[in-house]
């Protein structure tokens, strides 16, 4: 699921918030009466919304807020007869808890992943080859293409392009497949109870439940990641309260249905919330001169090219804007000229590696070719089909491998590291051709 931190070099890839915590602004379109047009109305805040951005009826009694059913962990019933006692306080109706809170349960496999979710260690080259995998390209412009029509009036209204959201959607999501099917408020619960930022996930459990209180959506339903986050581009409930859309114009902002539109509106809210310019790439691949230092210089396309920095095709970059030059492996990697719509993608996801691989995967969507300069990988690569093959021959010899995609996550890597140790070899993890020549031998 979600992909909340990817830390470079050495990106260690962090499930968890996908959006920032910290708001200022809550946009929700409304439509003009006959007018059949759909507009977004600012509504300042103080950091997180405290009430729906819908009107609702005045708070019932909350009577007391004693637990209905023992969970079978004292400690957590205990922590929820505290949390129901605030949450009432803070406003929240009586049915609206009795309903949330039937049947949850501490749940310790959601604890176990918060806790470990930072022992699987992937390079950048790594990361890009399962972001931007030739079936996640293809699958993308297959999304873009059956939600055109959708997509064109999201750009037309927020100004930000087609498949940079559909970009979002496939890393977030892998285009509506993996929503995830845990319940938000048993999640929420476990880790404000029992977690390393219990105060965090106690804020997202309250947006949760005014969430459900507004009527978007109802206990059963609201389902997301381990971490908390929903729906077809992954908002924690914070973010959701500030930013999700009711595109569709139904009244509700359901980022949860099969119909993706209301849950692409809001990234596209998003993005453009945080100063997204159309127009504008996220960054070109670049050839710099050997030897050169950068810092963190920016400058004008036109500079860099006087300083030798120039597009692969050996041409200057336009002035698109101020930018910066980005080598997340080293000289001895691929270079970016990155703009400022790089940083508003990582204002969805605070990681160079994120930003790259939804700014990439966009390109690719959109027909742009590969990452033309090669990556210091240490090892001879596979190809897509190769890692394929990697996996079904892993699987075959009995190795836990979840889906033959090409794809090489913590699962994968797991794998190829039992193999190893299985044969005596070093268990490095490495998807290589001596990897595969030695699965072809044994």
Request: net charge positive.
């Amino acid at each position: 699921m979600r992909a909340g931190l990817v830390v470079m070099t050495g990106v260690a890839l962090l499930l968890g918030e996908p959006l920032a915590a910290s708001v200022t602004e809550s946009l929700r379109p409304q439509s003009r009466p006959g007018s059949g047009t759909v507009n977004a109305v600012a509504v300042v805040s103080v950091e997180v919304p405290v009430r729906s951005l819908r009107p609702r009826a005045r708070p019932e009694a909350v009577g007391d807020a004693r637990v209905t059913e023992a969970s079978g962990n004292a400690g957590f019933d205990r922590w929820i007869v505290g949390f129901r006692s605030r949450a009432a306080a803070a406003g929240i109706r009586r049915d609206v808890l009795e309903s949330a809170f039937r049947g949850v349960r501490y749940d310790p496999e959601v604890v176990a992943k918060d806790r470990n979710q930072s022992e699987f260690k992937r390079e950048i080259w790594d990361y890009l080859d399962a972001a931007v995998s030739p079936k996640r390209v293809e699958d993308g412009q297959a999304a873009l293409r059956r939600h055109r029509r959708t997509l064109n009036r999201i750009e037309a209204h927020y100004g930000v392009e087609k498949e940079i959201v559909t970009a979002v959607w496939g890393m977030e999501s892998t285009f509506g497949t993996r929503l995830g099917d845990l319940p938000l408020v048993q999640s929420l619960a476990t880790l404000a109870y029992d977690g390393r930022r219990g105060a965090f996930f106690e804020k997202q459990l309250m947006a949760a439940l005014q969430i459900l209180q507004s009527g978007d959506v109802n206990p059963r339903a609201m389902k997301g990641s381990w971490a908390g986050a929903m729906g077809h581009t992954q908002f924690i409930p914070t973010s959701y309260l500030a930013y999700a859309v009711d595109f569709t114009g139904d009244g509700r902002r359901d980022v949860w249905s099969d119909n993706p539109t209301d849950a692409l509106a809001s990234t596209a809210a998003y993005l453009k919330r945080f100063g997204w310019r159309k127009g504008m790439p996220w960054g070109v691949e670049v050839r710099v001169p050997r030897g050169a230092s950068f810092g963190g210089a920016s400058r004008m396309p036109s500079d860099w090219a006087a300083r030798g920095v120039v597009g692969t095709d050996g041409r200057p970059v336009r002035d698109h804007g101020s930018a910066r030059i980005l080598q997340p492996a080293g000289p001895e990697g691929a270079s970016f000229m990155v703009f400022a719509n790089f940083d508003v993608i990582k204002r969805y996801n605070n990681a160079d590696a994120y930003a790259l691989g939804v700014g990439h995967l966009a390109d690719r969507i959109a027909g742009g070719p590969p990452i033309e300069a090669s990556w210091p990988r240490g090892y001879d690569p596979l190809s897509f089909d190769e890692r394929k093959e990697m996996q079904r021959r892993l699987r075959r010899k009995g190795f836990a491998v979840e889906k033959i995609d090409g794809i090489v996550g913590p699962n994968t890597v797991d794998a190829i590291r039992a193999f190893q140790r299985s044969v005596g070899a070093e268990a490095d993890g490495l998807p290589s051709q001596q990897l595969l020549s030695l699965l072809r031998r044994s």
